[in-house]
C-alpha cells in the first residue's frame, strides 16, 4: 500500500528555470515531510523538510509547499543547475514513529544547459 | 566526523542463502534504521534499532533480522533468500533525544543481487 506517491518518474528542465516536483500522500496521520535528493551510487541526503503546522518552508533555492486539505506537497527549484541532476525523493512520517520514513518512488530531475 | 559506511558494496547470492549486511553509523548516533530500495521503487522501511533494541519494524517477514552493537554499528541479516530479495539496502544513523526529529544520515548502500 503506497501512502506516499510521486506520479512523475522524470522531469527536464533547463538551467535557470524552475523546477517543481510534486507529491501526494493518502494517510492523513504524516505530520512532518521531507525531500532527500540521490545521485547515483550514493545513499540519498536530506535537502528540506516541513512540519503539518507550516504551508512553507524556504532554504536558498529550494523551497517546499504543503497544502494538507488535498494531501499535497511540492518542492520548488529556483533556479535550476546542473547539479541538481538527481533523483528526488518525497518521504513522510508520523511524530509517533519517529524516523521511520516512507518514501515516494522518486522524480528523476535532469537539468540541461 | 566519517559518515554512515555500508559493507559490501555489491553482493550476489543465490536464492535460499543468507546473507549479512554490515553498516557502521556515524559519530555519536544511537540509532539506525535499514531500508530496502528496489529497481525504479522509493526506499522501504525494513526497521529500526535504538540503543540495541528494535524499535519499530515495517511490512517484512521475520527472515529479515538485525542486530545493533554497543558501538552502535548494526547488521542486517536475510535467510532464505528470495528473487525479490534482490534491491539496494541501506542504512541510515541519527541521534534520537526525546521527541525531536534529528536528520538521518544514509550510507551509500549494498547492492545485493540473489540469483
Known amino acids: 500500500d503506497q501512502q506516499v506517491k510521486q506520479n512523475s518518474p ?54 517546499v509547499f504543503l497544502n494538507k486539505s488535498a494531501k499535497h506537497l511540492s518542492l520548488h527549484i529556483v533556479p535550476s543547475q546542473p547539479g541538481d541532476s538527481a533523483v528526488y525523493f518525497c518521504a513522510a512520517m508520523t511524530t509517533d514513529s519517529w524516523g521511520k520514513l516512507q518514501f515516494g518512488a522518486g522524480t528523476q530531475v535532469v537539468v540541461t544547459p | 566526523e566519517t559518515g554512515v559506511t555500508q559493507s559490501p558494496t555489491h553482493l550476489i547470492k543465490t536464492r535460499g542463502q543468507q546473507v549479512t549486511l554490515r553498516c557502521s553509523s556515524q559519530s555519536g548516533h544511537n540509532t539506525v534504521s535499514w531500508y530496502q530500495q528496489a529497481l525504479g521503487q522509493g526506499p522501504q522501511f525494513i526497521f529500526q534499532y535504538y540503543r540495541e533494541e528494535e524499535n519499530g519494524r515495517g511490512n517484512f517477514p521475520p527472515r529479515f533480522s538485525g542486530l545493533q552493537f554497543p558501538n552502535y554499528s548494526s547488521e542486517l541479516n536475510v535467510n532464505a533468500l528470495e528473487l525479490d530479495d534482490s534491491a539496494l539496502y ?26
Not at chain 1, 540521490?38 to 512553507?56: H, R
Open chain 1, 10 to 63: 522524470s522531469l527536464s528542465v533547463q538551467e535557470g528555470r524552475i523546477s517543481i516536483l510534486n507529491c501526494d500522500y493518502t494517510n492523513s496521520m504524516f505530520d512532518y515531510f521531507l525531500w532527500y535528493k540521490k545521485y547515483p551510487a550514493e545513499g540519498p541526503t536530506f535537502l528540506i523538510s516541513i512540519s503539518s503546522i507550516k504551508d512553507k518552508n524556504e532554504d536558498g533555492r529550494f523551497t
Open chain 2, 90 to 115: 541501506l542504512c541510515a544513523s541519527s541521534y534520537l533525544a526525546g521527541v525531536k526529529y534529528n536528520e538521518q544520515f544514509f550510507g551509500p548502500g549494498t547492492r545485493l543481487t540473489v540469483l
